[in-house]
């Protein structure tokens, strides 16, 4: 979709940064620090630093491509660009579909954990009962449209980053520095390596990209947008860790699961301390869920108009019900009752962090089209690659049932585009035709 094709303005650069510091916060800081805690120790908050930095780079990359390349396809968009429209586009499609559904899941038992513990007796059941319901309740929302998901982000998110700064402030003055200490620090190699893990807290700024159809100067408007987001969640993550690894110990942060910022901030704010920041996840989980279904609708609109997806992943059901945001709920709702919250974070990243030195990798390609730096962009794609070979090296050496559904969806994602793309030359569609 061109600059001129595009309706109406419906989105402010504020509202979209929104969506996806809604998407990030929730991802990250609620749903991520126990697991982070397990590989990284109480270093969490230079893991975090560290996976902001790659995002920052690959934030300027996407930044430079939607600048130059607005459209309702995001970053399927910059791939065509880039490769043009053939089999590696075709691929990437699936994946970022793929990755959607993930980050998705992931948030959502987030949500239910929170929700289980708070209205229930915390059991799985419950757990995966809850997340279930979030779901279902965002692809409701978001089938209204996105100026609903947009006036929902912004309450959401003055919500959720206006609590995390009076619980920053308040465990930043009551931390214990022995806790940080150095010297109690894992290796530099498990450092690096939970950053694959604490990457998938900065993968919602990848959703501001399908923000550009609704933006009335994407040129302008989505690289502030861009930055923004990863400013504002950068710094919250960073705050927040060492204030929670400031508090407890490591292992109290490991043992409170996805409940670790409302057990931190029991010692210092007391039980009204807890249920606050109870209340807080639960607002920051169901917008992160929001935003992780938003981009759906455009991502499968856009590639079954340029002939990668069927064509019946671009309709609305009744008019009104995007197919692709209801494909994305039904597979998040698989995801997260029928797997663990670390092993949803591990695959989700991965195929992320594929996408990401992807997008990066053939933006290297029309640098000179777009005006970006050419070594920016070798440190986007280089830092991409060094945190999957960490991660390949030790979290799918350990875990080889995530290593296997990685490879699963590898495999799925290339051979949905080969069967499809054989079905549509056997039915005598018209060929791809690469970007222009």
């Not at 912004?154 to 919500?159: A, H, L």
């Not at 069927?310 to 698989?334: F, K, N, W, Y």
């Not at 991965?350 to 730096?373: D, E, K, M, N, Q």
């Not at 986007?380 to 350990?398: K, P, Q």
Request: glycine share 12%.
């Amino acid at each position: 979709m061109t600059v001129q094709d595009r309706p109406a303005a419906r989105l402010s650069v504020r509202q979209a940064a929104f969506i996806g510091v809604g998407a990030m916060v929730g991802a990250g800081i609620f749903a991520l620090l126990g697991a982070a805690g397990e590989v990284a120790g109480a270093a969490v908050w230079i893991s975090f630093l560290l996976a902001g930095a790659v995002a920052v780079l690959q934030g300027y990359s996407f930044a430079k491509l939607g600048a130059r390349y607005p459209s309702a396809g995001g970053l399927l968009e910059y791939v065509v660009r880039g490769y043009g429209n053939g089999h590696v586009t075709g691929v990437v499609g699936w994946l970022l579909l793929a990755a959607n559904a993930i980050i998705t899941a992931m948030v959502a038992v987030s949500f239910g954990s929170y929700a289980s513990g708070a209205f229930a007796d915390g059991g799985a059941g419950w757990t995966k009962g809850f997340a279930v319901l979030v779901v279902l309740a965002m692809t409701a929302l978001n089938v209204v449209g996105s100026r609903a998901v947009a006036r929902a982000q912004t309450v959401i998110v003055v919500v959720v980053v206006g609590i995390l700064t009076v619980f920053a402030i308040a465990t930043l003055s009551n931390l214990d520095p022995s806790l940080l200490a150095f010297s109690g620090y894992p290796s530099v190699r498990d450092i690096v390596s939970s950053v694959a893990l604490t990457f998938f807290a900065f993968l919602g700024f990848g959703v501001i990209t399908f923000t550009a159809k609704d933006l009335a100067e994407p040129a302008r408007q989505l690289p502030r947008a861009v930055y923004l987001a990863l400013g504002i969640a950068t710094a919250v993550y960073v705050a927040v860790a060492i204030g929670v690894f400031g508090t407890l110990t490591v292992d109290e942060v490991v043992d409170s699961g996805g409940t670790a910022l409302a057990v931190a901030a029991q010692p210092v704010l007391g039980d009204a301390g807890y249920w606050l920041m109870t209340v807080t996840a639960l607002f920051a989980t169901a917008g992160a869920t929001n935003s992780g279904l938003y981009p759906a609708a455009g991502l499968c609109e856009h590639m079954a108009a340029s002939g990668q997806f069927p064509p019946v992943l671009g309709r609305r059901v009744r008019d009104r019900a995007p197919a692709g945001i209801l494909l994305t709920a039904a597979v998040a709702i698989v995801l997260s009752a029928g797997f663990a919250l670390t092993a949803i974070a591990s695959i989700g990243s991965a195929v992320a962090l594929i996408v990401f030195a992807l997008v990066s990798a053939g933006h290297l390609r029309i640098r000179r089209t777009t005006g970006a730096s050419t070594a920016l962009l070798v440190l986007a794609v280089g830092s991409a690659v060094i945190v999957l070979v960490t991660f390949a090296l030790t979290t799918l050496v350990e875990e080889p049932g995530t290593a296997v559904a990685l490879a699963a969806i590898l495999l799925l994602s290339i051979a949905l585009d080969l069967g499809w793309k054989r079905s549509r030359r056997s039915a005598g569609g018209v060929p791809l035709t690469p970007a222009g």
